[in-house]
């Protein structure tokens, strides 16, 4: 069952919807401003309702603070290295608002945008129209998002379409601690990731080509581990992100669905596991957190983030474009989908 509620109007005025799913013990609420996941309630090992998700009660929290906390992200998540996109020999020149770098769809990204809306059954879908030249990205783009949760599971279907030749990049920037929202660090929660490899960045955190193995690494979660085990480590990249910001790539090829993470907590048993058809996810432990959330301050590593994309910056790496380039044709549709299981250990 979806309900519908008025979650609060923002600074120019704009009503802001919140649509909670409600199944049993389960409950999870997004907004149609953009697309934000504002929380996901799950029972403890002692049936105990415990929301795993970081955010704001009030629009305001969300128009007004840093982190894309629990948003849709586009028309491009995560980087392109110094704001470059390059189709069919034109150059367009993005705006850089990451020391030098594109990051997450720009100056007024898809996370500030209202979607349209419509529930359809148990379903959610958002509609947003990015017009041709938006972010100075090329074409109009339509794009679709489906949410539907039932039986503790959260799945998100992403569909966009545009009228020219362009790049997208869709995902999502939730942020979970399996111990509660409340808890204030993900460094006890427990992860593993079936990856081989990530990729090395320069010093602005822009995949710039080539891989690293994981194995021997910091980056190692093929043997579940504490996210906080070695998030200080002596590694060049871990330096570089502060802690884990990193795409890691998965061993699938993009559009084949797979199992590509499970996160435990000691404190409550939840457990989330994670499925997609990406070829990619960003695993970020929230090293630049900062906000006063729900309820709590939430600090460095009060969260974390697995972000289901193609590798960033794959526009200007051809080896990165090769496991799932962001360009598509005019008329192609771009569709894939993220999926987050949550049961109790």
């Known amino acids: 069952m979806i309900s519908t509620r008025i979650f609060g109007k923002t600074q120019d005025g704009k009503e802001v919807l919140a649509f909670t799913f409600t199944d049993g013990p389960y409950k999870a609420t997004v907004l149609n401003y953009g697309g934000i996941i504002q929380s996901i309630v799950v029972p403890d090992r002692n049936g105990n309702p415990v929301d795993v998700i970081l955010g704001y009660n009030d629009i305001a929290g969300y128009e007004n603070n840093g982190g894309y906390l629990g948003a849709l992200i586009g028309r491009f998540g995560n980087r392109i290295g110094e704001g470059r996109l390059t189709i069919d020999g034109t150059t367009y020149q993005l705006y850089c608002n990451d020391r030098g770098n594109h990051l997450h769809g720009g100056k007024v990204g898809f996370n500030k945008k209202i979607w349209s809306h419509e529930v359809v059954g148990d379903e959610l879908r958002l509609t947003l129209v990015s017009p041709d030249g938006e972010e100075n990205y090329p074409g109009t783009l339509t794009v679709h998002v489906a949410y539907i949760f039932e039986r503790g599971e959260l799945k998100i279907l992403y569909h966009a379409v545009s009228d020219k030749k362009t790049a997208v990049n869709l995902t999502n920037h939730a942020y979970f601690n399996l111990n509660g929202e409340a808890d204030g660090s ?7 990731i079936d990856c081989d490899m990530i990729t090395p960045t320069n010093p602005t955190m822009i995949p710039v080509g080539g891989y690293k193995a994981v194995a021997g690494t910091p980056f190692d979660f093929n043997t579940p581990k504490p996210i906080g085990r070695d998030i200080d480590a002596d590694d060049i990249d871990l330096k570089q992100g502060g802690g884990y910001d990193h795409c890691h790539v998965l061993k699938n090829k993009c559009g084949q669905y797979v199992r590509y993470a499970v996160a435990k907590s000691p404190k409550t048993g939840i457990v989330m596991t994670c499925y997609t058809d990406m070829p990619a996810v960003q695993f970020y432990a929230g090293n630049g957190l900062h906000q006063q959330g729900k309820s709590i301050y939430y600090g460095k590593r009060a969260g974390f983030c697995l972000e289901t994309q193609a590798i960033p910056n794959n526009v200007n790496v051809p080896e ?11 008329g192609q549709e771009y569709e894939f989908m993220a999926d987050y299981k949550f049961t109790v250990e």
């Open 186 to 192: 993900i460094l006890d929660n427990e992860l593993w």
């Open 320 to 330: 990165y474009a090769e496991r799932g380039s962001s360009i598509i044709d005019a």
